[in-house]
């Protein structure tokens, strides 16, 4: 069974930056579509970033469109997300996705 495992989030202050990473096993993340979700305070999991299998092409969630960029090592079977100009609404659990399989998470935690 495939595994997701995702790190890199933390406590940042608003404007601030990190880096996701989601390293996986069991699947080829160059042959997957690969996804980031959130769960925010005040939403159910919801959408943040999508990556093409193959072409590599992504796409965003309006709210992260402009800020965050999803990207991927291929020889490291990892995906990343950079969070760019971080705001307190980012805060949240960050999972990464691939088929039916989920992380396990990690906690962005963006305040002063």
């Known amino acids: 069974q495939p595994q997701l495992v995702e790190s890199g989030g933390g406590l940042v202050q608003p404007g601030g930056h990190l880096r996701l990473s989601c390293e996986v096993s069991?699947?080829?993340?160059?042959?997957?579509?690969m996804y980031w979700y959130r769960q925010t305070p005040r939403s159910e999991r919801e959408f943040v970033a999508h990556?093409?299998?193959?072409?590599?092409?992504?796409d965003y969630a309006d709210s992260v469109k402009g800020r965050f960029t999803f990207s991927a090592d291929n020889a490291k079977n990892t995906v990343y997300l950079d969070m760019n100009t971080l705001k307190p609404e980012d805060t949240g659990v960050y999972y990464c996705?691939?088929?039916?399989?989920w992380g396990h998470g990690t906690r962005v935690t963006v305040s002063t």
């Open positions: 996705k691939a088929h039916e399989w």
């Open positions: 990556m093409a299998a193959q072409t590599g092409t992504t």
């Open positions: 069991g699947l080829t993340v160059m042959w997957t579509e």
